[in-house]
Structures are given as C-alpha cells and as structure tokens.
C-alpha cells in the first residue's frame, strides 16, 4: 500500500440498504477526513477525524457515521442509504501536527442509491 | 459564512498560457490551497498560498491578494494533459478546507 486505498472503488446499492465505505493510510497521517463530491459543488466535508479515538461533523453529516478505532483506518458509514446520497467519495489525509495542512486524497468510491 | 467563486469553464490553446482566478469571501484566512483533478481521479495538490504575492513552481503559478480575497492560478506554456478541473481551496479558523467547485479547463490542439 502505498498513501490512501479505498474500497470499493464503486458501488450500485438499493436504498434503505446499510453500506460501509472504507479508507485505509499508510502514511501515519493523524488527520483524515471524508468529503462528498457532486457536479456543479465543491467538495463538501461529512466527517473527519484530527486523532485516532476522535470524530467530529463537517459541513454535511446527517445520514452518515465514522469511526477512528486506529491510525490507519477511517470507515464511513451510511446507515441507511438515499438516492440523494448518490456521488462520489473521497477520502483524504494531512499530516495532523497543527495547523494548516496539505490535504492528501485517495483514488474515490463512485456511489449509484438507486 | 464562507463564498468561494470561480469560473465554471475555460477553454485554451496548446501552448498557451491561461489564467484561473478565485474569490473568496472568509471569516479567519489562513492560506490558500490549488488542487488538480484529472476527470474520474481525485485531487492533486498544486500550490499554497499564505501570504499576498505570486508562488511560482515550473509552468504553474499561483498569486494570492489577502486584501482582495483573489486568488489566481496560471499555467504556461499549456499541455494537453493539462486539461483537467483546478480546484480552489480556503483554509478558516478550524484549518478545514472551504472548496469553490472547481474550474474546468479544456486544452484544444
């Protein structure tokens, strides 16, 4: 591995369904966040994570989850997923020593809620 | 509240040079990010910018206006790869990033 993997690299779900996005850093990178990218928007924050053991809601939370059991790994979880949730996902890492930071993306996970 | 704006769509000549410029509206400015991102990749980072002037890196230029909130990106000598969407970026208080929704550009031979 080297820098952000993410898995899947797409996906067609059926709404209502549960999904777990998954971002894995080989960077020891304190800090990783998870964005939503949709045409016509700049990229939008749903959750990130400054340490492990930490989370906080970025600027679109509301029907997605995270966990930081560990350095490396930040899953993203939607409990129960709308068409409106259909877009593309990106997971992104800096270095979390404070401060302002050079943000570092992993390859995207295309979403289709049908 | 935050306001970043940039054109939606530039069209330039190979070999050319093409300004992208971004205004931005912020409470609590720390810097000034650009990213590229090449359709169906993600983000790539190009420049940051923190204080008023121009950052020059190869073909790729960066100017930033603190007084201002103006932010422009220039490339030269334009290649074919270098059609992608630029991305501008503002850092706020919190050090997260506020994202305009990107600029496409399109080189043509």
């Known amino acids: 591995i080297a820098g952000i993997t993410q898995a899947p690299t797409s996906q067609i779900l059926a709404a209502g369904r549960r999904m777990t996005l998954r971002c894995t850093q080989d960077?020891?990178?304190?800090?990783m966040y998870w964005y939503r990218q949709d045409l016509g928007l700049g990229l939008r924050l749903i959750h990130y994570?400054?340490?492990?053991?930490?989370?906080g809601k970025g600027e679109v939370p509301d029907g997605y989850s995270v966990s930081r059991a560990n350095t490396d790994d930040f899953p993203l979880t939607l409990a129960s997923a709308v068409p409106s949730q259909t877009s593309v996902y990106f997971c992104?890492?800096?270095?979390?020593?404070?401060?302002?930071?050079?943000?570092?993306f992993g390859p995207g996970t295309r979403l289709l809620v049908l | 509240g935050q306001n970043i704006d940039q054109p939606t769509e530039m069209t330039a000549t190979e070999g050319a040079i093409v300004q992208i410029n971004c205004t931005y509206q912020t409470s609590g400015f720390n810097g000034l990010f650009w990213y590229q991102q090449h359709a169906g990749e993600a983000p790539t980072f190009l420049s940051y910018?923190?204080l008023d002037g121009l950052e020059e890196k190869g073909r790729f230029s960066s100017f930033l206006s603190r007084s201002k909130g103006y932010s422009y990106l220039l490339l030269k000598e334009l290649q074919m790869k270098d059609s992608a969407s630029y991305l501008c970026?503002?850092?706020?208080?919190?050090?997260?990033?506020?994202w305009g929704a990107g600029t496409k550009l399109i080189i043509k031979p």
């Open positions: 970026a503002v850092t706020e208080g919190s050090y997260q990033l506020i």
């Open positions: 910018n923190v």
């Open positions: 992104a890492s800096s270095p979390g020593q404070g401060g302002v930071e050079t943000q570092y």
């Open positions: 960077m020891r990178h304190n800090a």
């Open positions: 994570s400054n340490t492990a053991g930490t989370t």
